[in-house]
């Protein structure tokens, strides 16, 4: 089981990337999908979060707005599109399959974790 996610780089201060995160190995058009980042020096935190029909979304405060989770069960594929980036955005983001359907912010319900692709906001 592996979940590849891509689409970072270097952007400057109010652009746009989106990141996919792909899965293979199995399905997980059953399981939540989420998106967490680790910025340097800083502890993990959960950034979003779809439920298995892409009915249930949750996003942290501080991306509300800017950022959008989807998701395709067809392609096995979560996407997160972040607009209007800022320096503080600057990270290395991870997306993760929930244990469950629904999902949520806590990270010890995501059983499988991607290798993470970096992010970098220059202002």
């Known amino acids: 089981v592996q979940l590849q996610a891509s689409g970072g780089g270097l952007v400057q201060a109010g652009g746009s990337l989106r990141l996919s995160c792909a899965a293979s190995?199995?399905?997980?058009?059953?399981?939540?999908m989420g998106w967490f980042r680790q910025a340097p020096g800083k502890e993990r935190e959960f950034v979003a979060a779809?439920?298995?029909?892409?009915?249930?979304?949750a996003y942290v405060d501080s991306v509300k707005g800017r950022f959008t989770i989807s998701r395709d069960n067809a392609k096995n594929t979560v996407y997160l599109q972040m607009n209007s980036l800022k320096s503080d955005d600057t990270a290395v983001y991870y997306c993760?399959?929930?244990?469950?359907?629904?999902?949520?912010?806590?990270?010890?319900?995501?059983?499988?974790w991607g290798m993470g692709t970096l992010v970098t906001v220059s202002s």
């Open positions: 779809v439920s298995w029909n892409g009915g249930r979304i």
């Open positions: 993760a399959a929930h244990l469950g359907s629904v999902g949520g912010s806590d990270p010890t319900r995501y059983r499988y």
């Open positions: 190995g199995r399905t997980f058009s059953n399981n939540a």
